[in-house]
């Protein structure tokens, strides 16, 4: 395995066993907020890696730190009082190094974003093919009317009827899916390496998001492009993702391939969340049932394992109410948690498998 660059001795973990070097290595990065209560650590030492043309599944609950790492990666936090730290390497650049000047050049055109409320996201005032075109002339230096003619090309391929009448409508005048196709469409206009897609599909029918993400995955394998999604339904990414990383507290407790990650995953945490979501590759007689307690402050995180107040296992024995879990980065299978491996496995398979 190859080690990314850096000014600072880092760990590495290559996605799905590629030994190439990372699209995307994101080391040791911190993402804290002074507040008059104190520091809140939204992101508290957080590394992965991602390669070409591969997903990548980050899931966890509201609060656990999900699309504060997104919005470091795109450099949403300049500006404010944000106190990032770390790295985060976009093909060997540093993008918490580089100006301003230099990351507006590589947003929208390296790196684009999928946003969760794309009713937000889009600007009621102008029309969708207004706001994709300038999105587009941006990063390319064209006139209007071949803007307008790569914007109908978009919203044809992202599906989007009649793209030549619809490039003139506003945002309300689309449904809720059609507007996020459309926000699909702006983020893949300028043909970038890597898309952060924050929650894609939490305001739609099952029905409409299915039909998001299988636009992605087709749009994925025509460009080529690497996928971050970002969800707190590990069903959203059950098809789609190559690698999933688990987050709880700020903090990464679990990280492997999709399929070790649904069939052999071995934090609490994980089996919580797999036993909260409808399966429909097997039959279930009993309710699903949601993980007790509530996600922690991150202003005042429990002392040890930021999970031990919800966790069925924790024990003084163990020490998980003392001593905070390490995270071995270098492994392709990661877990935070101080229950020894094997005993992991063994409460898996005969307290938590037959319950799934």
Same mark, same amino acid.
């Given at each position: 395995?190859?080690?990314?660059?850096?000014?600072?001795?880092?760990?590495?973990?290559?996605?799905?066993?590629?030994?190439?070097?990372?699209?995307?290595?994101?080391?040791?990065?911190?993402?804290?907020?002074?507040?008059?209560?104190?520091?809140?650590?939204?992101?508290?030492?957080?590394?992965?890696?991602?390669?070409?043309?591969?997903?990548?599944?980050?899931?966890?609950?509201?609060?656990?730190?999900?699309?504060?790492?997104?919005?470091?990666?795109?450099?949403?936090?300049?500006?404010?009082?944000?106190?990032?730290?770390?790295?985060?390497?976009?093909?060997?650049?540093?993008?918490?190094?580089?100006?301003?000047?230099?990351?507006?050049? $590589?947003?929208?055109?390296?790196?684009?974003?999928?946003?969760?409320?794309?009713?937000?996201?889009?600007?009621?005032?102008?029309?969708?093919?207004?706001?994709?075109?300038?999105?587009?002339?941006?990063?390319?230096?064209?006139?209007?009317?071949?803007?307008?003619?790569?914007?109908?090309?978009?919203?044809?391929?992202?599906?989007?009827?009649?793209?030549?009448?619809?490039?003139?409508?506003?945002?309300?005048?689309?449904?809720?899916?059609?507007?996020?196709?459309?926000?699909?469409?702006?983020?893949?206009?300028?043909?970038?390496?890597?898309?952060?897609?924050?929650?894609?599909?939490?305001?739609?029918?099952?029905?409409?998001?299915?039909?998001?993400?299988?636009?992605?995955?087709?749009?994925?394998?025509?460009?080529?492009?690497?996928?971050?999604?970002?969800?707190?339904?590990?069903?959203?990414?059950?098809?789609?993702?190559?690698?999933?990383?688990?987050?709880?507290?700020?903090?990464?407790?679990?990280?492997?391939?999709?399929?070790?990650?649904?069939?052999?995953?071995?934090?609490?945490?994980?089996?919580?969340?797999?036993?909260?979501?409808?399966?429909?590759? $097997?039959?279930?007689?009993?309710?699903?049932?949601?993980?007790?307690?509530?996600?922690?402050?991150?202003?005042?995180?429990?002392?040890?394992?930021?999970?031990?107040?919800?966790?069925?296992?924790?024990?003084?024995?163990?020490?998980?109410?003392?001593?905070?879990?390490?995270?071995?980065?270098?492994?392709?299978?990661?877990?935070?948690?101080?229950?020894?491996?094997?005993?992991?496995?063994?409460?898996?398979?005969?307290?938590? $498998?037959?319950?799934?």
């Amino acid at each position: 395995m190859t080690s990314a660059s850096t000014s600072t001795e880092t760990h590495t973990w290559q996605a799905s066993g590629d030994d190439a070097q990372p699209l995307l290595s994101v080391r040791e990065l911190r993402v804290h907020f002074p507040t008059e209560d104190g520091i809140v650590k939204s992101v508290d030492d957080l590394s992965f890696d991602l390669g070409q043309g591969k997903t990548l599944g980050i899931v966890g609950e509201s609060g656990s730190g999900k699309s504060v790492t997104s919005q470091a990666i795109m450099g949403l936090h300049r500006g404010t009082r944000a106190r990032v730290s770390g790295h985060i390497l976009f093909d060997g650049v540093d993008l918490l190094q580089i100006s301003d000047s230099e990351l507006r050049k $590589r947003r929208g055109r390296d790196i684009a974003m999928v946003f969760q409320d794309p009713l937000s996201a889009l600007h009621p005032y102008y029309t969708v093919g207004n706001q994709l075109a300038e999105a587009y002339r941006v990063h390319h230096d064209v006139s209007k009317a071949a803007a307008k003619t790569r914007v109908v090309e978009m919203l044809e391929r992202v599906g989007i009827p009649s793209p030549q009448t619809r490039v003139d409508n506003y945002p309300h005048e689309f449904s809720g899916g059609m507007r996020q196709r459309a926000m699909i469409a702006m983020a893949l206009i300028n043909d970038p390496r890597l898309i952060i897609a924050d929650e894609p599909t939490t305001a739609l029918d099952v029905t409409v998001q299915a039909q998001i993400l299988d636009l992605l995955v087709g749009l994925q394998k025509e460009f080529g492009s690497s996928i971050i999604i970002i969800t707190h339904d590990l069903g959203v990414v059950a098809e789609m993702a190559d690698d999933i990383l688990v987050m709880y507290g700020g903090k990464a407790v679990e990280r492997g391939d999709a399929d070790t990650i649904f069939y052999n995953p071995e934090h609490p945490y994980a089996w919580g969340l797999l036993a909260s979501m409808p399966r429909m590759d $097997r039959l279930r007689t009993d309710r699903l049932r949601p993980i007790a307690g509530n996600p922690p402050s991150l202003i005042n995180l429990p002392s040890g394992c930021a999970f031990h107040p919800r966790c069925v296992y924790a024990s003084d024995e163990l020490g998980c109410r003392e001593i905070v879990p390490p995270f071995e980065n270098e492994s392709e299978h990661p877990v935070r948690c101080l229950i020894p491996h094997e005993e992991r496995l063994s409460i898996f398979e005969t307290k938590v $498998r037959p319950t799934l």
